[in-house]
């Protein structure tokens, strides 16, 4: 059988694959199989291993004769036509939860900097601008104690949750159903959006994107948030209206943002935030350490090899 495995992977991920199947890998460091070769080899692949820089979509699947199996090297699956995979009959594997604490570390890591205005502070140093210690200079929003509001409180919600008990913060958050772990072992409490837009002090996205997020922060819901009010966003970028947040970011109607995702990726450096200090941007980096990165390809193996095999997948989308 033949797959495709659309970015380089390490051979610990892929050794596995090469001993029973015949692989197609992309292997330019850092950049995904081009579309024009994926359509072409996905012609007379029987299994896809992708992420989420690929698009599987109608007009790739459309293309494919006998796949029997996609899965991503992500939780997030907003880039693959789900829909259209299950007319198919083609079973969808993701990986969920070997990404959890990494990818709570980097969301608390982007809510310290922009609290703390840390990427400011090292262009100052850059730009030998430092000239003296001084009471006020670069002073930024308190983080101890302070209230955060977590929108989507699921796995990633829940180790933020734990981390922001550490710093002693309140917790509030707003999810589809309630977290009784959380509210049980954290103290944290379940409120409506509105009420956490308006008293949380750190608002952190952690929703997936689907129909019912697609910009779910926007305008109105920045016009709700404190003037001190600092947002996170490490989920999809789907789900804020960009514009809206550069205006609210502009017009200091908040604080401060930090953001690992956005609506089109990657940005350039023309990218209109990038005009803004008050914003802290990473490069889709949430779940980017190397251990973490090792199980997400080792689990998507697994999930692509019991979907050849005809098997369950291990993990996989409903
Ligand atoms: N930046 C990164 O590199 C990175 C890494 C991993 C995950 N992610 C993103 O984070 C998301 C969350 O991952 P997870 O493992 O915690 O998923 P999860 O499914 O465990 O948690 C998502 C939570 O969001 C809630 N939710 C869904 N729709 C909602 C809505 N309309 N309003 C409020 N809450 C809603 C769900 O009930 C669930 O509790 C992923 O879907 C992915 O998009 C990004
Ligand atoms: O959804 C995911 O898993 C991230 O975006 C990449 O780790």
């Known amino acids: 059988m033949k797959i ?5 992977l390490p051979s610990q991920i892929t050794s596995k694959l090469e001993d029973k199947y015949d692989v197609v890998m992309w292997e330019v460091e850092n950049e995904p199989m081009p579309r024009e070769q994926l359509f072409k080899e996905i012609e007379d692949a029987d299994g896809l291993f992708c992420n ?17 199996v996609i899965s991503t090297m992500a939780v997030g699956y907003d880039n693959i036509d789900i829909e259209e ?4 009959e ?12 990494a990818t709570a570390d980097l969301t608390f890591a982007l809510l310290l900097a922009a609290g703390r205005r840390i990427s400011e502070g090292i262009d100052v140093i850059r730009e030998d601008k430092w000239k003296n210690w001084a009471p006020f200079f670069l002073t930024g929003q308190q983080v101890h104690g302070a209230t955060i509001g977590i929108i989507g409180m699921g796995r990633i919600g829940l180790a933020v949750a734990k981390r922001a008990k550490g710093f002693s913060m309140d917790i509030l958050y707003h999810n589809r159903s309630r977290n009784r772990e959380a509210e049980q072992e954290l103290g944290a409490t379940y409120c409506e959006l509105d009420e956490l837009l308006e008293k949380a002090d750190f608002i952190v996205l952690l929703a997936p994107s689907t129909k019912e997020t697609y910009q779910m922060i926007g305008a109105k819901q920045f016009s709700q948030m404190k003037e001190t009010a600092i947002f996170i966003n490490t989920s999809r970028g789907t789900n804020v209206d ?38 802290t941007l990473l490069p889709h980096i949430g779940s980017a350490t190397i251990e973490t990165r090792m199980e997400m390809g080792k689990l998507a193996a697994e999930n692509l090899i019991h979907g050849l095999e005809g098997k369950l997948l291990i993990h996989q989308v409903k």
Request: zero cysteines; charged letters at 30%.
């Open 4 to 8: 495709i495995i659309t970015s380089k």
């Open 52 to 68: 989420v820089a690929d698009q599987v979509d109608k007009e790739l699947l459309d293309r494919a004769q006998k796949l029997k």
């Open 85 to 88: 995979a299950k007319k198919r």
């Open 90 to 101: 083609i079973p969808v594997g993701h990986t969920p939860g070997v990404l959890t604490e």
């Open 242 to 279: 960009e514009e809206a947040l550069y205006e609210a970011l502009k017009n200091e109607e908040i604080y401060a943002a930090g953001l690992d995702v956005y609506n089109s990726e990657p940005i350039s450096s023309s990218h209109p935030l990038h005009e803004l200090s008050n914003v």
